[in-house]
């Protein structure tokens, strides 16, 4: 990848950590009256916007955009800075545009309750200074509080509200993975077994169990090779599995034998000799 390609995966990753772990700390633990919907993408106008987290309740629809920003932050004369003075896309301003987009939708499906809007910080390394209380932000202080908060909306729901539910998860839009990707086809990618928790390529192989040099991650081998084949599977959706692609893929470190063993074990074989495949 490039640095710059680099850069964005790396900020998609750590937001996608972010919003998994606002849903573990406030929205899977909810005991409320509340339809939770997580990451909806939708088209307004023919404009596109994201929540990650949309709740409804009976009046209202609460809105969260879960941010893992790192660092300290400030505001200033409504501006959003990181503290080195150089300006950022302001996470509020984004909400607004995305709220009112999401308003706009929600009114034309009929519903005319409130909505409210927060942007969320989850990670515990993050500082703002000089923000007014009045902004809608939830700091990782307040999380536990917030879903106390949440679990205090008792009212129930009725069909039509699951029905709105429905109708909004219809209008999800699909991304294709593929839109994003970086160009890549098999030879030109790197072959090996990596650690399973860090990637490492860095292995040590000692009775069959792997231990990365990086984390101290332990696998099997027949772990580690199933681990191989949903790789291939994931990013050559169209290969046929065969114990030569496995090996390859593998870099070349089990042998054949050891491969198709735990082909045959996990997978149905077709064809014979050469022309084995497996799914
Ligand atoms: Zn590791």
């Known amino acids: 990848m490039t640095e710059q390609e680099k850069r964005y995966f790396e900020g998609k990753k750590k937001g996608f950590e972010g919003e998994v772990f606002f849903d573990q700390v406030v929205t899977e633990p909810l005991e409320c009256e509340g339809l939770v919907i997580n990451d909806l993408l939708l088209k307004f106008n023919n404009t596109y916007f994201q929540i990650d987290t949309t709740i409804i309740f009976k009046d209202t629809i609460k809105l969260f955009d879960v941010k893992n920003f790192q660092g300290e932050y400030y505001y200033e004369e409504g501006r959003f800075y990181a503290i080195n003075g150089s300006e950022r896309d302001d996470p509020l301003v984004q909400l607004e545009r995305c709220v009112s987009h999401f308003r706009q939708l929600l009114y034309s499906l009929g519903y005319k309750g409130t909505i409210e809007a927060y942007v969320v910080h989850v990670n515990p390394e993050f500082t703002l200074f000089q923000v007014p209380r009045t902004y809608p932000i939830i700091f990782p202080s307040?999380?536990?509080?917030?879903?106390?908060?949440?679990?205090?909306?008792?009212?129930?729901?009725?069909?039509?509200?699951?029905?709105?539910?429905?109708?909004?998860?219809?209008?999800?839009?699909?991304?294709?993975?593929?839109?994003?990707?970086?160009?890549?086809?098999?030879?030109?990618?790197?072959?090996?077994?990596?650690?399973?928790?860090?990637?490492?390529?860095?292995?040590?192989?000692?009775?069959?169990?792997?231990?990365?040099?990086?984390?101290?991650?332990?696998?099997?081998?027949?772990?580690?090779?199933?681990?191989?084949?949903?790789?291939?599977k994931l990013l050559f959706p169209e290969m046929k599995i065969t114990v030569n692609v496995v090996y390859e893929w593998c870099g070349g470190v089990w042998s054949k034998w050891v491969i198709r063993n735990v082909l045959k074990k996990h997978f149905k074989a077709t064809g014979y000799g050469k022309w084995c495949f497996y799914e």
């Open 142 to 232: 307040q999380l536990n509080s917030l879903r106390k908060k949440l679990n205090n909306n008792q009212l129930k729901l009725n069909d039509w509200h699951r029905r709105l539910a429905d109708k909004l998860i219809s209008l999800h839009i699909v991304e294709s993975p593929y839109d994003l990707s970086p160009a890549y086809d098999f030879d030109s990618l790197r072959k090996g077994n990596n650690c399973g928790r860090c990637q490492s390529f860095s292995i040590t192989l000692n009775d069959r169990i792997l231990t990365c040099n990086n984390c101290g991650h332990q696998e099997t081998v027949e772990s580690a090779i199933l681990r191989g084949i949903g790789e291939i």
